[in-house]
């Protein structure tokens, strides 16, 4: 009887374990889309330049990625902010100039330290000085991106900036399509209803063991 009750225990922490550990250590982009090159050179002042989304669900921010036009390095650092729909900072962080941050796919990652976000609205940006670093942009992003789509329970909204040589919440809008520079790395959050589902499926197990194990 024993033997079979540690068994049933050790069912349980690997079911949860298998839908606890993938969504920790899961590596997703807000947004993604073919292109590795052809973004288009910053025209007028130092700005925030950025994007708006709508999440249905609860993530983690992990890390904050800036795009790399041919993936051979950046002219420029960045400052990179994300920012709720208060105007509240939550994550920020600098990308390197050249090759000094890790290159993912057409993204220069950096760590942050991890912020839960709930559904809702959000808006993140890069700080451009210069026009020494390319970004999609609108109305070049709508016309000439492939393959663009935005991560499950990620939603594009609109393309925001704000004017400025210091960092700032881009809030105001400026297009359908987005400026691509700034974009964010996450793991999903579990749902609570999930994990009690998946415990009380497999205390049920557990219980009929105990019921129907001989008696010694």
């Known amino acids: 009887m024993g033997g079979i009750v540690r068994s049933v225990r050790t069912t349980l922490l690997v079911a949860v374990a298998l839908v606890v550990i993938p969504s920790l250590h899961a590596d997703i982009f807000g947004v993604t889309f073919d292109n590795t090159m052809g973004a288009q050179t910053l025209v007028g002042g130092p700005s925030t330049l950025g994007w708006e989304f709508t999440l249905s669900g609860s993530i983690q921010v992990n890390d904050l990625a800036f795009y790399d036009d041919g993936g051979n390095g950046l002219a420029d650092s960045?400052?990179?902010?994300?920012?709720?729909?208060?105007?509240?900072?939550?994550?920020?962080?600098?990308?390197?100039?050249?090759?000094?941050?890790?290159?993912?796919?057409?993204?220069?990652?950096?760590?942050?330290?991890?912020?839960?976000?709930?559904?809702?609205?959000?808006?993140?940006?890069?700080l451009f000085l210069d026009g020494n670093d390319p970004v999609w942009s609108p109305p070049l992003a709508?016309?000439?991106?492939?393959?663009?789509?935005?991560?499950?329970?990620?939603?594009?909204?609109?393309?925001?900036?704000?004017?400025?040589?210091?960092?700032?919440n881009p809030s105001t809008p400026v297009g359908s399509s987005g400026y691509f520079g700034a974009n964010?790395?996450?793991?999903?959050?579990?749902?609570?209803?999930?994990?009690?589902?998946?415990?009380?499926?497999?205390?049920g197990v557990f219980v009929a063991v105990r019921r129907t194990a001989p008696a010694r």
């Open 142 to 168: 709508q016309l000439t991106l492939t393959g663009f789509a935005s991560a499950p329970g990620v939603t594009f909204d609109q393309a925001t900036l704000a004017a400025g040589s210091t960092l700032s």
């Open 78 to 126: 960045h400052e990179l902010g994300l920012w709720d729909s208060n105007g509240t900072l939550l994550a920020s962080g600098t990308v390197l100039a050249g090759t000094a941050s890790p290159l993912v796919n057409q993204w220069r990652e950096i760590a942050v330290s991890p912020v839960q976000l709930g559904p809702g609205n959000y808006f993140i940006g890069a």
């Open 184 to 203: 964010f790395v996450f793991s999903p959050v579990p749902e609570p209803g999930s994990i009690l589902l998946l415990i009380t499926v497999v205390a």
